[in-house]
């Protein structure tokens, strides 16, 4: 053979199959083909140079389908001033979460998260909780550098909050959660160290680390499709 | 089954992988969003709730998994593989699961065209030229150029977008998608002569 080589055709086919998970939303699929670079460091370039190219290619398309609309906003020769632009851009009952999902994350956050969890029947909250919730849905406060539980507890103290060991499970879970995933700013990356590093000390047994210990937590036990990469990689898809 | 780690290798273990993902996150979440993008328009509030619920998911799970980190390999195909299981069972409970479908395998309908194509073999290389032709003939002309030039003919990125310019920050994905497009006439071609 004079044309590609079997190394070059082994990344392009994978590239290939990998762009047709992705528009097929073979989930599946996908796990299956990063399954196969986690022992192949090229095929992990190969997707990650993707995923970067993707990524330039949807901001190329928000540049392009976002500078017709505010020209047809605005009208030739018309002053709007910026505020307006914005206000009528923006969906008029946006959740703060879905106007800047970039923010750090303060204790109205937080609190609307686990009111969000409890509604939808997540986590039991009694009167006096709920009400201590309800108490933080306004308040700027930011969260605390470490989330360890007593650190957690000696923050919520401090604004005048007490709640129930479940309920503060919830809490530190929540803060965890928009921590990190809200963290992605231009400076760097995520300050993974603190969370992960203030996170509960690790078990005396082995086999126990493996569950979270309050079920009732976002952080417990999930519901599973039995597809959990614990011991057994994914099925190779077909 | 390997042994339990010891209390000092599961906090290596753990120090590694914190290490690893503060450095790789960003990584994993381009491959989730990119792939959320493609089941939830992206100005969409629910965009960044199922993002953001992925990636809290997956990491609860990195974090379950530390005593098997393996800290000689990159945390990123091993997180990945994690978050795609999570968005999975985080787009099942938001009932967005129905509309996924396995995905056909174009890559090796593809591959088998190109190596085909190239065989050394006289008869197998007349066959692979006559299908290649008749999927080409389907094909959109700018994606037809590029199987051509670069599957056919040999040639690399460089000479490629010299031969076709536009951007070259564009080019690997234009490449990839007429690679996908050709694989995609292949498979269909394979299906009817199969039904015929």
Known sequence: MTGPTPRDLKIARAEIDYLAALEAGDLEKLAALWHRAESDPDLTAAFLGLSRDLEAEAAAEQDSAARPADESATGAGTFVPDEFVVAAAAPAFAPPSAADPHAPPRAKDVARRVKEEAAAGKLELSPQDAAAVDSLLDRDDPLPDLLAMPAVKRWTESLGVAVGKATLLAFRDAAITLSFTRSETAAGPPPTANFLAAREARPASGRARQAPADPQSPGGPREKSGDAPETEPPPEAT | ?196
């Open chain 2, 1 to 196: 089954m390997p042994p339990d780690p010891s209390e000092d290798e599961y906090q290596a273990r753990r120090a590694a992988l914190d290490a690893a993902l503060s450095r790789d996150w960003e990584k994993v979440r381009a491959a989730v969003t990119n792939v959320v993008a493609r089941k939830i328009h992206r100005g969409s509030p629910e965009f960044h709730d199922v993002v953001h619920e992925t990636l809290g998911t997956t990491l609860e799970d990195l974090l379950k998994q530390a005593a098997k980190y393996d800290p000689d390999r990159d945390v990123v195909p091993w997180a990945a593989r994690f978050a795609m299981l999570s968005l999975s069972e985080v787009l099942r409970k938001r009932g967005r699961r129905q509309q996924v479908v396995a995905a056909a395998d174009l890559g090796e309908a593809w591959e088998s065209a190109v190596v085909s194509y190239h065989s050394l073999e006289e008869e197998r290389r007349r066959e692979a030229a006559e299908v290649i032709q008749a999927a080409l003939a389907q094909m959109k002309p700018d994606q037809r150029r590029i199987i051509e030039l670069m599957d056919l003919q040999g040639l690399n990125y460089d000479e490629l977008h010299a031969a076709i310019g536009g951007p070259r920050g564009a080019l690997r994905m234009r490449v990839l998608r007429a690679r996908s497009a050709f694989g995609a006439i292949l498979k269909r071609m394979c299906r009817e002569e199969d039904s015929q």
